[in-house]
């Protein structure tokens, strides 16, 4: 007689029923999903014009969400930042003004920042200047060759601002179309969600064709 051996068990009383192994396999899923989107990278849909012809309607982009760091996730706070928004970045961040609403009806916008903490920030007649220098950029489209006067409102002219700490002036590329700094004011860190860096899809709602010629790439 041999003494401590074990005897063994039928695989087919310790595998698993099927649906069982697919729940955890989903459940499993859901979860990195859900960690990435948060915390790694994020897409986003274009639904207005307001960044063309940056960013057209029907283009779908990645936003990375831990270069200005990571979120935590309810609230508008991020820490183990890479480095802060800089003069230049497109970025996705939620509306200031839509603070008071309950947090799944808070609404993202798409912008260019143009004036960082500290910067002194006018328009012109169309030009925007910052710190008394000219700021003229290559992505920045003017489809309107009228120039509006104050009386109806700052899109064209606008007194100089200073940006306050911790917060940033950002403005659509397509400057005539575009509602943003100019209008509502600035943009605090915290309600910034990450940089847009890529796109990787393109639909044209009206020739129901995809622009491959804009399928992978870079926002500059």
Do not use: C
Request: glycine letters at 8%; zero cysteines.
């Amino acid at each position: 007689m041999i003494f401590g051996r074990k005897k063994s068990i039928p695989s087919e009383l310790t595998k698993k029923p099927w649906w069982r192994e697919y729940g955890e396999a989903l459940l499993v899923a859901a979860i990195l999903a859900l960690i990435i989107r948060t915390f790694i990278v994020q897409a986003f849909k274009i639904p207005s014009g307001s960044m063309e012809d940056t960013l057209l309607i029907g283009d779908h982009l990645l936003v990375n969400k831990f270069i200005y760091g990571l979120p935590i996730p309810f609230t508008n706070k991020h820490f183990l930042a890479i480095r802060h928004p800089q003069r230049g970045d497109v970025i996705v961040f939620e509306f200031p003004e839509d603070a008071d609403k309950p947090y799944f009806e808070r609404r993202d916008f798409i912008k260019r920042v143009i004036g960082t903490p500290g910067d002194k920030v006018e328009v012109r007649n169309k030009r925007v200047y910052i710190n008394g220098k000219l700021y003229a950029i290559e992505q920045e489209r003017h489809k309107e060759s009228s120039v509006v006067g104050p009386q109806y409102g700052p899109r064209d002219n606008m007194r100089p601002v200073e940006v306050p700490p911790g917060s940033y002036f950002v403005m659509g590329d397509n400057r005539d179309r575009s509602y943003d700094s100019r209008f509502w004011g600035f943009v605090p860190e915290g309600n910034i969600k990450g940089l847009a860096f890529i796109k990787y899809w393109s639909w044209d709602s009206k020739k129901h064709w995809p622009r491959f010629n804009r399928i992978g790439r870079l926002i500059e």
